[in-house]
């Protein structure tokens, strides 16, 4: 709880929290730290005040290895008060999960993270991250004025970047190479997110996946992928309301892709199976 504490050199192994920060913890150091097969590696403020985690380690935590997660998006909640620089995940379930709390994520290497290196749901900056294997490489849902900038992805299973409804978001100049798909956006306000100046390449099926959204798209470079390089898709809901994908395409290189060529076309929603 108490303000301008320093955590140098710990080791929490096997541990509900490895640092619990009380809503009260303001002005907090924690470097030089390993955190391993905890519960939740660091758990910060909901509002947090000049907070920074730099040079630790986390490994295999089960829930998260840095944990914010608020009701709701305090009053002055941009204000990048979290700094999480110059880390090293490994094998958590999710490496960095930011719901409600603002940050710099920035210069932090992710391996194998299981859900998702990066999950944001705040207005957080996220840039110059390297993340290799895993789920998601990043997922930003419902993040408004978030910027995810010169980020390096790769190897993910899934998705390499997955925007859900995001509004006043920007990914720029991010680099994903070999991940199941690139981009995916899902829904969203026209013009909500902006891709732009990005390079997807070689993704396993498509490099730009829109699905009932409208992202501006603008200047990217879109390189051998084996599936489409863009691929345009209305979203049918299971009581038949469409939202349509209608996507704005500006200055951008698709070329070397199975397709290339703009590919249209419907994605409906599975029905449910039965319940038990």
């Given at each position: ?9 710990l ?27 905890n ?65 710099v ?27 290799r ?6 997922l930003a ?6 910027v ?11 998705v390499?970047f ?31 997110a ?58 951008n ?24």
């Open positions: 709880r108490s303000s301008g504490a320093v955590i140098r050199g080791h929490a192994v096997d541990c509900g929290h490895g640092v619990f920060m009380a809503d009260e913890t303001t002005g907090a150091l924690i470097e030089d730290s390993s955190f391993e097969y519960g939740i590696g660091v758990r910060v403020p909901e509002a947090p005040i000049g907070i920074v985690i730099r040079g630790s380690s986390f490994r295999a935590n089960d829930q998260g290895g840095v944990w914010g997660v608020a009701a709701g998006l305090l009053p002055g909640g941009a204000n990048h008060n979290l700094l999480i620089r110059d880390n090293k995940f490994t094998q958590d379930r999710t490496g960095v999960l930011l719901l409600n709390v603002s940050a994520v920035e210069n932090n290497t992710f391996e194998n993270e299981g859900e998702a290196a990066i999950y944001v749901g705040a207005p957080a900056e996220v840039r110059e991250n390297q993340v294997g895993g789920g998601y490489g990043i849902a419902q993040s408004d004025g978030a995810f900038e010169a980020n390096d992805i790769s190897g993910s299973s899934t390499g997955l925007l859900r409804e995001a509004s006043h978001t920007i990914a720029r100049n991010n680099r994903l190479d070999g991940n199941a798909y690139g981009f995916v956006t899902l829904f969203g306000e026209r013009g909500g902006l891709l732009v100046d990005n390079l997807v390449m070689a993704q396993r099926y498509d490099g730009i996946l829109v699905i009932g959204g409208s992202p501006m798209v603008r200047g990217n470079r879109v390189l051998g992928n084996q599936g489409a390089g863009l691929r345009i898709m209305d979203f049918i809901s299971r009581d038949g309301r469409r939202s349509p994908a209608q996507p704005t395409f500006e200055d290189t698709v070329t070397g892709n199975k397709v290339d060529q703009p590919q249209r076309g419907t994605y409906r929603e599975p029905a449910r199976g039965p319940e038990r």
